[in-house]
């Protein structure tokens, strides 16, 4: 049983859903039947659909009363971002994760995700589809367009960062608690956001090889999505947020 593995830590696993209707029950049904079998903390999942059209927050509700180690969360505001703030301010867990309800990338990274934050070897730890040891299945257009993006954070905030972008994080809730509230973006921009203010504080963040596959079904729209991660990385620039030396928990200056 889950509760006889448990060392120590409680681990909130986060799943923004956006009309997932057709999805969502399995995926679930998936991630909890891995947790039971493997996850050695004491875990719960948070299912949060922020603004679905179609039969995700019925469903949400029907997993949330099913499960015991489930909860459900109803926002009328979109983004994923949106959807990580409201979830993580109000969890009460050691350490604060999230991952797509796709489940593109393989549960079974989730203990090389989320053991350096348990033992204190980093404050976030990330999934990455383009770390040494990464594998990955997508178009070639998705691909371009990632590798693209991720190269153009790491020349504008010299962070060092390789895939800013995966649906698969973990930090600590004394992290969340101090970044959080500097975060403005509440789209698909929050990760990189997220990662910016962390390394500006002088936060370790760990990144993890993961085995990751695209879905045929992604709701992401690329074209617009990636405009609207310019116009953040031009807004986090402007407010000076590039990475230089400082000790950890101290702002970095411009």
């Not at 505001?77 to 301010?89: E, P, T, Y």
């Given at each position: ?13 986060t ?130 367009i ?9 020349a ?14 973990a ?50 729209r690329?074209?617009s ?30």
């Open positions: 049983m889950p509760e006889e593995r448990a060392i120590g830590a409680a681990l909130d696993i799943v923004p859903v956006l009309n997932e209707e057709s999805c969502l029950e399995q995926s679930i049904a998936t991630m909890v039947g891995y947790l039971a079998e493997s996850c050695p903390y004491d875990w719960s999942v948070t299912v949060v659909d922020n603004g679905s059209e179609d039969a995700t927050w019925a469903i949400a509700a029907s997993l949330a009363a099913t499960y015991d180690r489930v909860s459900a969360l109803h926002l009328d505001q979109r983004g994923r971002g949106a959807a990580l703030k409201a979830s993580w301010a109000r969890s009460s867990a050691d350490v604060l994760a999230y991952t797509d309800v796709d489940l593109s990338t393989s549960l079974e990274s989730l203990p090389a995700l989320v053991d350096p934050i348990v033992s204190g070897r980093a404050e976030v730890s990330i999934g990455s589809r383009l770390a040494k040891g990464a594998s990955v299945r997508r178009s070639l257009r998705r691909e371009v990632s590798r693209t993006y991720n190269v153009i954070t790491r504008a905030f010299r962070y060092g960062v390789r895939d800013a972008q995966c649906g698969f994080k930090l600590s809730a004394q992290v969340a608690a101090k970044l959080l509230p500097e975060i403005v973006d509440d789209g698909w921009f929050f990760d990189t956001e997220l990662l910016v203010k962390a390394k500006r504080y002088g936060f370790r963040v760990h990144e993890v090889p993961v085995a990751w596959v695209e879905d045929p079904d992604s709701r992401v690329i074209v999505t990636a405009v609207a991660d310019l116009k953040g990385i031009w807004r986090v620039l402007r407010e000076g947020q590039t990475v230089r030396g400082s000790h950890p928990g101290e702002p970095r200056q411009r």
